[in-house]
């Protein structure tokens, strides 16, 4: 078993077990769309729903203490005004166990799409009559300027990868040898393919093909893709190879291309930490993070082919039109960058002019002299 499918069996168990906690209808719902939906989705669905239920316990709206008690018709009955507070009010900033949390505007949309998901499958199954969320907008959000590395940037950032921060004690210097060449080819992996996180840490050995220049990886969704790598990825990546051959993992981590220094897959945490580290010794000002590097390559690549689909196709975007979002300024970039792309020859357009110009208006002069 693959540690996908191993990390999808441990979310669907503890699916199955939450939503114990939900009505009927709610788990119903999840139920349904377990199928075609993803584990991790299926789990933020649960999670959104049951924060909305919690909500409606702790209003006091209705005389119940537990969210399994709210029936199909109670959240029926719930005017706009209530659901307003909720989506526009409360998930602004609320407390969750103790701490406060809060939700930006694209948050807060996928939240409410949740919440709308339930009411939309109790309409279906004719569990309620009217449909209260009909009547509830989502926030706008508002296209947020493409965070990347530039070429200087991405220059400095390998350069301390490989060879830690300037002026390191001979402890760091001791400790970044026991990472170099694992980080080094991560960082390279990322940002030469555009691969998301949860992709990379989830990367077995027998996924890189260094034959082909490829990389079996399993997408977002459960899709399986095939990224290529360039020239000098594919070295990169044949040395470190050879390299962790020579590692111990323990039982149960012997497939994972990437380890901890405690032997074990590295997850997407350790990888976050790990870019702010060398984010932050680099010197880079820039808000740095995984998907930050995958901007980096989606970038540069859309910059290099001014191609959307392809673009698109390597970021492993199931639409083109979630690609044009990130990269509609560079687009109209494009646009105007490559406005002389094609210009007829100006023979023709003289030719054109000549040939469809009206005849000069001739000056006879006075038609009485005329012989």
Request: aromatic share 10%; charged share 25%; with cysteine.
């Amino acid at each position: 078993m693959s540690y996908k499918e191993e990390k999808n069996n441990q979310i669907k168990a503890k699916v199955l077990d939450a939503v114990k906690e939900l009505p009927e209808y709610a788990a119903s719902y999840i139920l349904s769309i377990s199928g075609a939906t993803s584990p991790s989705t299926c789990l933020e669905y649960y999670r959104d729903i049951r924060r909305f239920l919690l909500f409606v316990v702790e209003s006091c709206v209705y005389d119940t203490s537990d969210i399994r008690d709210i029936t199909a018709e109670m959240l029926e009955n719930l005017d706009v005004d209530f659901l307003n507070t909720y989506f526009n009010l409360y998930l602004g900033a609320y407390e969750n166990n103790g701490k406060i949390q809060s939700n930006k505007k694209v948050s807060i949309r996928r939240k409410m799409s949740s919440v709308k998901s339930v009411y939309a499958f109790m309409t279906e199954n004719e569990l309620i009559l009217k449909n209260p969320m009909l009547r509830i907008k989502p926030p706008k959000v508002t296209d947020k300027e493409i965070i990347y590395l530039n070429s200087e940037e991405t220059h400095d950032f390998l350069k301390t990868v490989k060879h830690g921060k300037s002026n390191s004690s001979s402890m760091q210097e001791k400790y970044h040898s026991l990472q170099e060449r694992r980080d080094y080819a991560l960082v390279n992996l990322l940002l030469g393919t555009g691969i998301r996180v949860s992709e990379c840490v989830g990367l077995d050995i027998k996924d890189i093909d260094i034959s082909h220049s490829a990389l079996h990886i399993t997408r977002k969704g459960g899709n399986e893709d095939v990224v290529y790598m360039n020239d000098d990825l594919t070295e990169i990546m044949a040395d470190y190879l050879t390299y962790r051959k020579t590692l111990n993992p323990l039982p149960g981590h012997e497939n994972a291309l990437f380890l901890s220094l405690q032997r074990k897959r590295m997850g997407v945490r350790s990888v976050e930490v790990l870019i702010k580290k060398y984010k932050d010794q680099t010197g880079i000002s820039k808000h740095i993070t995984p998907h930050k590097l995958r901007s980096t390559y989606g970038t540069n690549l859309y910059e290099a082919t001014g191609d959307l689909y392809l673009t698109a196709k390597n970021l492993g975007h199931r639409s083109v039109t979630t690609t044009e979002k990130f990269y509609s300024s560079m687009s109209e970039k494009h646009k105007y960058e490559n406005r002389n792309a094609y210009k007829p020859d100006k023979i023709s357009y003289m030719n054109f002019y000549t040939y469809f110009r009206p005849p000069k208006k001739q000056n006879y002069g006075n038609i009485k002299n005329i012989q």
